[in-house]
Antibody, heavy 121, light 107 residues
Framework: QVQLVQSGAEVKKPGASVKVSCWASRYSFTSYGISWVRQAPGQGLEWLGWIRTSNGDANYPPKLQGRITMTTDTSTSTAYMELRSLRSDDTALYYC??????????????WGQGTLVTVSS | DIQMTQSPSTLSASVGDRVTITCRAS??????LAWYQQKPGQAPKLLIY???SVESGVPSRFSGSGSGTEFTLTISSLQPDDFATYYC?????????FGQGTKLEIK
């Protein structure tokens, strides 16, 4: 069974950066992409983008362009999501997911346990 | 961005009921529509992908249908374990977007 294990909770001050890791196991890491999703307290789901693990190509939503970077380390089957210039409204539970991609689309078939990022002065 | 609108936002139902949740897209997403179930304190779980394909291990009472801009998730006979929040997501056009969620409550 696919496993995605994320790093622990973080508390950051406004303006700081956070880097969340996601260790994947029990499947071929470079055969699937990794996508990130966040959920603010009591709110719905927001897609943060995805990275093609085979070549490092990434796609981010316009509202986060310039603040977010997704990377991978294929030697350790680990994905990373870095968010910079943190604001209070970045406080959320951040999930990594495995994304299954087809020629024209995809879906998220496995989810990590989530990492709580709190931004507070 | 493609806007995904779910209805209703909240649904009250009883065990054994048949329920349907609708998801409408602001433009065609072909069949790249997925449904997820989220219980309190848990990560979302994939139920349906490509609009109508049931994920392995998901009970057969869950089904999905639709294409283009209108989709439905149906639970044929509600079980106690099904009371949760359900989200649709389009993965056809960037940025991939979620519906706002439908909370299924016990009547």
């Amino acid at each position: 069974q696919v496993q995605l294990v994320q790093s622990g909770a973080e508390v950051k001050k406004p303006g700081a950066s956070v880097k969340v890791s996601c260790w994947a196991s029990r499947y071929s890491f470079t055969s699937y992409g990794i996508s990130w999703v966040r959920q603010a307290p009591g709110q719905g789901l927001e897609w943060l983008g995805w990275i093609r693990t085979s070549n490092g190509d990434a796609n981010y939503p316009p509202k986060l362009q310039g603040r977010i970077t997704m990377t991978t380390d294929t030697s350790t089957s680990t994905a990373y999501m870095e968010l910079r210039s943190l604001r209070s409204d970045d406080t959320a539970l951040y999930y990594c997911t495995r994304i299954v991609t087809g020629p024209t689309g995809g879906y998220l078939d496995s989810w990590g346990q989530g990492t709580l990022v709190t931004v507070s002065s | 961005d493609i806007q995904m609108t779910q209805s209703p936002s909240t649904l009250s139902a009883s065990v054994g009921d048949r329920v349907t949740i609708t998801c409408r897209a602001s433009q065609s997403v072909n069949s790249w529509l997925a449904w997820y179930q989220q219980k309190p304190g848990q990560a979302p779980k994939l139920l349906i992908y490509r609009a109508s394909s049931v994920e392995s291990g998901v009970p057969s009472r869950f089904s999905g249908s639709g294409s283009g801009t209108e989709f439905t998730l149906t639970i044929s006979s509600l079980q106690p374990d099904d009371f949760a929040t359900y989200y649709c997501q389009q993965c056809s056009n960037y940025p991939y977007t979620f519906g706002q969620g439908t909370k299924l409550e016990i009547k």
